[in-house]
C-alpha cells in the first residue's frame, strides 16, 4: 500500500485526522496504521523512533531540562456504518473522529513539522486503549521499556472539546456481606434474615453524602452506589447470606487505603470484601510545563471523573491530563464527529506552547 501520509496532509491537522481516520484501526488491528505511522516517523531526522507491537514512539533527543509526553492511541471502537469518513459543513464524521484520530494527528503534525520543541518530546502512537488493559499499548510498554514513559508532565490527546480534563477520579468494588440463620419461613422465628439486615446498609448509602473536592482549581464529585444485590435460597426459606455490591469512585486525594478505609467506616459493623481497585490521579498542575499548558489553553480546567490513561503517568510519578479537540459526548457514539475549527483551535494552542519562544 502507498503511504497516504504524505508531506502535504502532514502538515494540515484537518487532512491528517481524516486521512488517519480513513486507515481502519478498529482495536488489534492496529498494523497497518501503526506501519504507516512508524514509516513517516524513522524518515524525520529530529527524531529517534521505536515500536513496539503495534505502538510506535518517537522522541527528540535536544538536551533540554523538561521532557513532555504527548500521546494518542491508534485504535477505535468497533464500525457503526461510519467507515469511512465524510464531510457535512465544518464537521468531520466517521469513527474515530472525536476519539481520537483527531488528538493523534496533533502529535503525528508536531512530531514531524517541530524539529526544535521547547521541551525534547515523546510522542506515543499506541494499541488497543479501547480494550482491556492487558492489551493496551501503554501498558505493555510500562512493562517492558519502562524508561520510555520517563517525563515531566503528559498530554493524552483524548477528546475533550478544547478544554483541559485534568487528573481522574479512583474506583473501587466491594461486596458487603450480611448474614443470619436459615430457617423455614413458615416457623421465621427460629431464623435471622439476611436480607432484612440489608436494609441498613441500604439506608447508610440512601443516606449517604458524598464529598466534593476542589482541587488544583479542579472540581471532584464523589459517588458510592449499591450497584447489584444478591441474596436467598428457595421461596420457603428466610436467607442466611445477602451481599450487596458497592462502588465507591473517590477524588483523588484519597489513596486506595484511605478509600478503603473510609468504605470500612460507612459500613462499621458489616463485612466488607474490597474486590477491585484503581487509584486516581492527582490533576498535577503545579509543574511548569502543566503551568505554560494552562496558559497556552487559557480557559480554566475541570477536573476528570472517568479512568483514563491519565492514571498510568500518575501512577509513575508523571502529571497528566487530557486535552483534544472531540466532544467526549461523541466517542462510541454511531454519530461521532469532530468540528474542523475545533482541530485547528486545539492545533493552535499545542503550538503556542511548545513552538521555541
Ligand atoms: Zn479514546
Given at each position: 500500500m502507498e503511504n497516504p501520509l504524505t508531506p502535504e496532509v502532514l502538515a494540515d491537522p484537518v487532512q491528517l485526522t481524516r486521512v488517519l481516520v480513513d486507515i481502519e484501526s478498529v482495536s488489534l488491528n492496529e498494523k497497518a496504521i501503526a506501519d504507516c505511522v512508524e514509516e513517516v516517523l524513522r524518515g524525520v531526522p529530529h527524531l529517534s523512533t521505536y515500536r513496539h507491537g503495534n505502538t510506535v514512539m518517537a522522541r527528540t533527543d535536544l538536551g533540554r531540562s523538561q521532557r513532555v509526553v504527548l500521546a494518542g492511541h491508534l485504535d477505535t471502537v468497533p464500525l457503526n456504518n461510519n467507515f469511512p469518513s465524510t464531510m457535512r459543513g465544518d464537521l468531520m464524521y466517521g469513527?474515530?473522529?472525536?476519539?481520537?484520530k483527531s488528538g493523534t494527528a496533533y502529535a503525528l503534525h508536531l512530531a514531524v513539522?517541530?524539529?526544535?520543541?521547547r521541551y525534547d518530546v515523546t510522542y506515543f502512537f499506541y494499541e488497543?486503549?479501547?480494550?482491556?488493559?492487558?492489551?493496551n499499548g501503554l501498558n505493555l510498554v510500562a512493562q517492558?521499556?519502562?524508561?520510555?514513559?520517563?517525563?515531566?508532565f503528559a498530554v493524552l490527546l483524548e477528546p475533550t472539546y478544547g478544554i483541559v480534563e485534568a487528573g481522574c477520579q479512583g474506583t473501587m468494588r466491594s461486596v458487603v456481606t450480611t448474614t443470619g440463620v436459615r430457617a423455614h419461613s413458615a416457623r421465621s422465628w427460629h431464623g435471622v434474615n439476611a436480607i432484612h439486615a440489608a436494609g441498613e446498609v441500604l439506608r447508610r448509602l440512601q443516606t449517604y453524602e458524598a464529598r466534593r473536592v476542589t482541587i488544583d482549581g479542579c472540581d471532584y464529585r464523589e459517588g458510592m452506589n449499591a450497584v447489584r444485590i444478591n441474596g436467598g435460597v428457595a421461596g420457603n426459606v428466610v436467607p442466611d447470606l445477602c451481599e450487596i455490591e458497592v462502588n465507591y469512585r473517590f477524588a483523588p486525594d484519597r489513596t486506595p487505603a484511605e478509600a478503603e478505609a473510609h468504605l470500612r467506616e460507612v459500613f462499621a459493623g458489616f463485612e466488607v470484601r474490597v474486590t477491585d481497585t484503581a487509584a486516581g490521579a492527582a490533576?498535577?498542575?503545579?509543574a511548569a510545563p502543566a503551568k505554560e499548558f494552562l496558559a497556552a489553553v487559557g480557559a480554566a480546567p475541570i477536573g476528570k471523573l472517568g479512568w483514563t490513561d491519565v492514571a498510568r503517568f500518575a501512577a509513575m510519578g508523571i502529571p497528566a491530563l487530557n486535552f483534544g479537540p472531540g466532544d467526549p459526548n461523541l466517542a462510541h457514539h454511531p454519530d461521532e464527529h469532530v468540528e474542523i475549527s475545533k482541530i485547528r483551535d486545539g492545533a493552535a494552542t499545542l503550538h503556542r506552547w511548545l513552538a521555541p519562544a
Open positions: 469513527c474515530g473522529t472525536s476519539d481520537m513539522t517541530l524539529p526544535e520543541p488497543a486503549e479501547e480494550i482491556e488493559s492487558r492489551y517492558a521499556f519502562p524508561e520510555w514513559l520517563e517525563a515531566d490533576p498535577g498542575l503545579e
